[in-house]
């Protein structure tokens, strides 16, 4: 093969790789995106993990699986497939995560679930350090909305990646847990895995 052979080939590949990017955003747009999704033990429970091609969409807790299903689909797509190995990234993080080998998880999200105060809530409680809480109220403050501790609160109960995304990270003034999507027991879990002491 010649250098300019060489050259030639590249241009393909690049302009290939450009049309394959604008067929999934055109399949996107038309409900047509493949979410895979797969079980994972944990010490919490079991979870259920789903994926489409931008990331991690959601982790759900045991009992809210056949629901996280038929919200994706009618979300998403109607393309739910069952494929462990597309989300393997993921269990293996969270299982370094669950032994203590982990303290922040980098596979990618997909925030399609997620509105635009959602995800600045969000966005903020995934930069709290691993071991350390925030309140309410201070993340409220930190997104400019000082007096909507109870929204954020409302933001991190619909959260759709926990664990990933440590919404449990949240507390309310004092070191009372709040609350958790998962249940608080789950939460407890969770703040004493990372040696989080909530008194604030």
Same mark, same amino acid.
């Given at each position: ?56 969409? &959601? *982790?759900?807790? $045991?009992?809210?699986?056949? /629901? ?7 979300? +998403?797509?109607? %393309? !739910? ?24 998880? &980098? *596979?990618?999200? $997909?925030?399609?679930?997620? /509105? ?7 966005? +903020?409680?995934? %930069? !709290? ?72």
């Amino acid at each position: 093969m010649t250098a300019s052979n060489v050259g030639t080939a590249g241009v393909t590949a690049a302009r290939l790789h450009t049309a394959v990017d604008g067929f999934r955003l055109r399949a996107r747009a038309e409900g047509l995106v493949d979410v895979a999704y797969a079980l994972a033990d944990s010490p919490i429970g079991p979870l259920l993990l789903a994926g489409t091609d931008a990331g991690l969409v &959601t *982790v759900a807790f $045991d009992g809210e699986n056949t /629901g996280v299903l038929d919200e994706l689909a009618a979300r +998403l797509s109607p %393309r !739910i497939l069952r494929d462990p190995a597309r989300l393997d990234p993921v269990r293996r993080e969270l299982d370094a995560y669950f032994e203590g080998k982990l303290r922040d998880f &980098t *596979v990618p999200v $997909d925030w399609a679930l997620v /509105g635009p105060f959602g995800r600045r809530v969000l966005d +903020l409680t995934a %930069r !709290i350090p691993y071991g350390e809480v925030s309140s309410y109220s201070d993340v409220a403050r930190s997104i400019g909305a000082p007096r909507a501790a109870r929204a954020v609160g409302n933001a991190l109960g619909a959260n759709p990646i926990p664990v990933v995304v440590p919404c449990h990270r949240v507390v309310r003034i004092g070191g009372d847990l709040g609350g958790y999507g998962g249940g608080l027991r789950r939460k407890e879990f969770l703040l004493s895995l990372e040696g989080a002491r909530p008194r604030l």
